[in-house]
């Protein structure tokens, strides 16, 4: 018998990672280091959960580097791809129903107010068509994209570890593009 697990994506900014703000000096080796650790903080270690699910680091994509590492030997991640648009686009498409055409543009052009009215259609039309599921999945999805400005992140909202898959936005503030880290990591229940 397998192991239950569902995947979590963190949204970090290098901002946060030293108390000066972004440090140029930091390479990618760096960034795993510390995105591996902020799950820890963040998700909470194997040691502190006792008899809980076990908390394991997958993947980390980096803007700035626009590259990827994974980090475990036994689980693939869903969501951390080769480059950080890949990585965007699969958030995207998969936890904010939002469709591979719309998601391009987006990532194209940053135009969020573009995204939200495309969605926004969508889900008055999955309404009309009492497709209510689906427009309950769109919904979500519109409703973490202000406070983010992505599709797929959550922010102001209790990370947990049970659930589906989903993604936090944790970063403390929210900065200019070019800095920004998702890690992915497994929570899993044996």
């Not at 958030?91 to 969020?112: E, K, P, R, S, W």
């Not at 993604?167 to 200019?176: E, F, L, N």
């Amino acid at each position: 018998m397998g192991i239950y697990h569902t995947n979590k994506c963190l949204l970090l900014d290098e901002q946060d990672f030293s108390p000066g703000g972004f440090d140029p000096k930091l390479n990618l080796d760096d960034l795993v280091e510390y995105a591996s650790a902020q799950v820890g903080v963040l998700a909470g270690t194997d040691d502190e959960m006792d008899g809980g699910p076990l908390i394991e680091v997958l993947g980390i994509v980096s803007e700035r580097f626009n590259a990827f590492r994974l980090e475990s030997d036994d689980y693939g991640p869903s969501f951390v791809q080769e480059s950080w648009r890949a990585t965007l686009h699969k958030v995207g498409t998969c936890l904010a129903n939002v469709d591979a055409d719309t998601m391009n543009l987006f990532l194209d052009t940053g135009d969020i107010d573009t995204l939200e009215e495309a969605q926004k259609a969508r889900l008055f039309e999955a309404v009309e068509a009492e497709r209510y599921y689906v427009a309950e999945e769109l919904l979500d999805g519109l409703k973490g994209l202000a406070g983010s400005g992505l599709p797929g992140f959550v922010s102001d909202m209790e990370m947990t570890c049970g659930g589906d898959d989903a993604a936090y936005d944790v970063r403390q503030g929210k900065y200019a593009p070019g800095t920004r880290v998702i890690v992915e990591y497994a929570v899993l229940w044996p």
